[in-house]
């Protein structure tokens, strides 16, 4: 089938609103139809695989079989557009705005805080009115299971809980918090009235839901499915066809005559392949009109359920007959029921089919293993007839292959009912609980004979150990005919381990935690069958502990914080909870990102070539053929750069273009511009780029140490005498411990749009930016143009932490180029995959250390050596390494302290700052050393550090003074609001009645330095006009990327000029309007342009003040206009000079920080040792922050940097092909927390009675401080770890790495299955992955 073919018209709804689309292109998804056809902009691209959940949307479909109507999320980035005929879509924008009415769950999530950047929230709202409307008064764990597949990178999850919680029936009093008060009144057993504690938003505001209020299903649709005669329909693109037949004979005549072509139904394996491998399908059919393939019969061996039914459905359709059998006959079904819920995210499993996971026949599906291991059977059809086929191990031949013959298709799958005596569990083990494809994943059966513990039939499917679903039948034989008893088992498992051997460098790594999962996993089982068989009285021996899962009950949290002086006016905002100003906007839609700014007349899009290569000279271009694709207006190399080709850092060039040489895999070499998105990607894939190798490229950071690649100077600091120090210690302990990077992921990927103006070579940028003065200035130097031709705008940034500053220069810069040349706009948006190529992340860490120490705790002498991955290019590395040395005592005074830091050079993308710059690498590796203290004296974590902790007037290693007294109210209120004492004890006693499930209690302090030690960075200007009817603007250098950097300077001018913020409006940041700014970064944007708006303010103020005195009685407005027509000014500047911060390294001193910020937290875990799972069960954070502006935004900081802090810990893991390519580009591979991570329990206080004098009203920045207290979380599991080694007799310290993946975990519990497991010889193999 060709293009340009005449089809025929796409038929559904949008919003209420008809849409008929008469050239439907089956490549084109509804998310790119919303975006750029109808600039429904709401609907947000944050991945594009399915992983994100920004994209979610409600599909409504009418059911006429059963004449219902049917509401189920989806993700619009996975739904083909030619899949919705007869469907009505609803996105953000269809319920509700701000010009008409927002909806209940726009504002609850929004007025509790839950909107940050914002990116995610239009998909956060989405998933939950979906809910909503299936369930109006949903539960928790509807709420919890609703949002597992929308992860949001600011918040911390914890406040969109809340928000929606609201919607709970049983929120109307929780009574979960043992005092019999209800939770929402605010706290529990304090000594404060509850009336009077302050609250972070108020139920009573809320609108309440009203259902008969929602968009109706358009009737026309009704009456189309009910009355309109099928027909096939057929749609064509430019290369691809798609065709919907409507009869199983049509489909067979298809598909036989089509055998290659796909059978699209949810598309969520076809969809990802075509998007990501390029995979180009001439032909898709259809068979969503096929009623055969969703039809559900039941006989009296089991059920037969169509292979079109959504998992979803299947889930919903096990769950309806359960009840309806006796328990003996669901066995099956209830392992297939609990697999379903853990299979990836709803809005997958609302689309997905049964049909489309067996066929895709994934090595780690979920479903396979457990159909296979029940004796399922599909029924498939062809030209050739019906045939049964069992899903055995034959079934599944080779990756993403079955027996069955292309032209077959699947139209049921058979469920048999399991017998008396038959016993089905499924197991699975994933890097993240939730929302995660399988690390090994398995089904298991047993049927014994008669009230015997004799096996009759067993079968044990594994996923996730190979290419495809294994059978361990082996292992099965070695069980048959036998009692199922201990000796039985215990050569099962030896039999087990020999059958599913996996090589060394086996794809996916993981290789001894996979195998011994295995091991696990039959243990699990057999424990399960013991309690089965002793419950039937078939045995009565002494059963070990019963394994129950993991804690996943959401409690209600608490946020304390002060209320604000007595004598402060009502109008004043300052210090309040204030919503952040543009939440509301966010949460329906409208608020606007950089790709959401509508598309200029002759738009052009930008796509990227990188390199494939990690050092490698480049031999040839080729774009030849790249320039013959349809739409294709040109490529840019470096030669095309009319100004300076480098970015010059700390005296190190980094190429814009690669023109001679690449040093990493993923280093831009040159990128093509075309009218759409698809053509430019089409065209950066036709690029031909060869290379020829360099010799030895340079991964790690022992590598770079071996071959001394450092960028220098490296720095070191000491502070007294630490060689002759160690000669009186009483113990010495020496180590090592790496600290894995972290990709950014901030929801909103790179994105800028470079308009050229058209005369003067000026240029217009909007561009998602942290910095935009560096923007501009690299985009004029890059056009050899001055920076007066070069206006960067920010509206809002969808998350940046670090990660848009010097990078976001680089690709605006290549934009400003293919601008400039072809004198267009032009626009980039960077995929996730590319994103997280390209732009690198956080430094990964090598610290090695001795430490010396008495005996009775404290800590004499220690000498640290720290290496970061800088990759191949400075960056800020530099700088990271100061911070890191200049945190590296936290706490602790350490009289004797030597540590250097060197940024290795590496073939690796280069790294970048991320929140914390440095500090998190910085303390993990010193609380390390003190945990390990601990350990060796076998006493608890925490009296060690409170030994060491500094106390009284303190001068730190780089002498300078500082008072850590709230440091120690901080740590002491920790302790206490957490009952840390009482809870030690409950964990000890847990630990003792459990085996195979350990707890453990941590607490971490912290001393976090505010502001940038380069002393020029601390200013900040600000520009602040009043019109004559009395509305103020305001404009700053502080970028909006969901700090809340806007609503406090909207309280900071309300307050100053004395007028409600509602008059207040802050447009965008641009470099016109406010010059020469510096980076909203080091937690300082507020303090410095805080300052600098209120100077403005202040100034204008007193301008009418003569006004004020002249007409005492008159209003704001009044005063404005008196003032105008007495022409005085009512525009002013503002201007904060900030501190002069220094540090000498020479001297080893200086003041780099203008003060700083407090805190401590507290956490406690729960482990499960047979799979490496664990869940913080409670989160007690006690910060300083000064007198907050604004509790709101404050706590949202805390909450989200801690949860990017756990996720940094103990989830997020890089991982290298040892070519150095990077594995890990998209939410699929790469696991941020999701709702699943949060502490169940979360409680954040904000210290009373804190004040500073060295920012505005006595606050303080709080942005990056707490994402270093998430390794409270990897100290708890440390904990709980220590005490699963202690029952295989292991005691003291033991390497732990971070992230604490639960693969690290599992391993380091030393369980007898891993002691099992054989360790291939380091260098005797390839391992699949690098460890960096
Ligand atoms: C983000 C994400 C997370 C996921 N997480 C998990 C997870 O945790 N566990 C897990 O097991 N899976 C997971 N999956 C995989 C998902 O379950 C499968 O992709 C899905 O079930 C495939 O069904 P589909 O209808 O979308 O298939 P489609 O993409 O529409 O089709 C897939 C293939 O199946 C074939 N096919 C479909 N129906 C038939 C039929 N009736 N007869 C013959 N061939 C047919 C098609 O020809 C095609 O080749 C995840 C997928 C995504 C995108
Ligand atoms: S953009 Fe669709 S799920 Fe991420
Ligand atoms: S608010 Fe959720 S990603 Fe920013």
Redesign the pocket.
Known sequence: MSAGREGDDLYFYINGKKVMENHADPEMTL?SFLREKLRLTGT?????????????VMVSRYRPATKEIIHYSA????LPLCQLHGAAVTTVEGIGSTKTRIHPVQERIAKAHGSQCGFCTP?MVMSMYTLLRNRPQPTMEDITETLA?N?CRCTGYRPIIDGCRTFCQETNCCQTNGSGNCCLDGGKSTEEPEQEKPQLFDREEFLPLDPTQELIFPPELILMAETASPRTLTFHGERTSWVFPTSLEELVRLKTSNPEAPLVMGNTNIGPEIKYKGVVHPLIISPTRVTELFEVTQTPQGVWLGAGCSLSEVRSLLEKLVPQFPDEKTELFKALIQQLGNLGSQ?IRNVASLGGNIMSAYPNSDLNPVLAAGNCKLSAISSGGRREVSLNQDFFVSFGKTVLKPEEIVVSVFIPFSRKWEFVRAFRQAPRKESSFATVTTGMRVFFSEASRVVQDISIYYGGMGPTTVSAARTCKALIARPWDDEVLSRAYDVLLDELALPPSEPGGKVEFRRSLTLSFLFKFNLEILQKLREANVITDELPEKIRPLPREIQPSLQEFQHVPKLQSDLDPVGRPIMHRSAISQATGEAVYCDDVPRTDGELSLALVTSSRAHAKITGLDASEALRIPGVVDVITAKDIPGTKVLTMFGYDEELLAEKEVSCVGQIVCAVVADTRAHAKQGAAAVKVSYEDLPDPIFTAEEAIEKSSFFEPRRMIEKGSVTEAFKSVDRVHEGEIRVGGQEHFYMETQSMLVIPIGEETEFNVYVSTQWPTFTQGTVAKMLGIPSNRVTCHIKRIGGAFGGKITKTSILASIASVAAWKTNRAVRCVLD?GEDMLITGGRHPLLGRYKVGFMNDGSIVAADIQCYINAGNAVDESIQVTEKILLHIDNVYNIPNLRASCAACRTNLPSNTAFRGFGVPQSLIVIENIVDNVAAVLGRPADQIREINMYKGKSVTHYKFEFSPENMLRCWDECKAKSDYSARRRDVEQFNQQHRWKKRGLSIVPIKYGIAFAEAFLNQAAALVHIYTDGSVLVTHGGAEMGQGIHTKMQQVASRELHIPPSQIYISETSTSTVPNTCPSAASFGTDSNGMAVKNACQTLFQRLQPIREKYPKGSWKSWVNAAFFEKISLSATGFHRGPDLHMDWDKMEGQPYAYYVFGACCCEVELDCLTGDSRTVRTDIVADIGRSLNPSVDIGQIEGAFMQGLGLYTLEELKYSPSGLLYTRG?SQYKIPAVCDMPLQFNVYLLSDSHNPHAIYSSKGIGEPILSLGSTVFFAIKEAIAAARSESGLVGPFPLDSPATPERVYLACASPFTQKIPVSKPGSFKPWALNI
Do not use: S
């Not at 947000?44 to 979610?56: D, E, H, Q």
């Not at 993700?75 to 996975?78: K, R």
């Open positions: 998310l947000k691209f944050g991945c594009g695989g399915g992983g994100c959940g920004a994209c979610t993700n619009a980035c996975l998909g597949g992860l809005q996730r939410p």
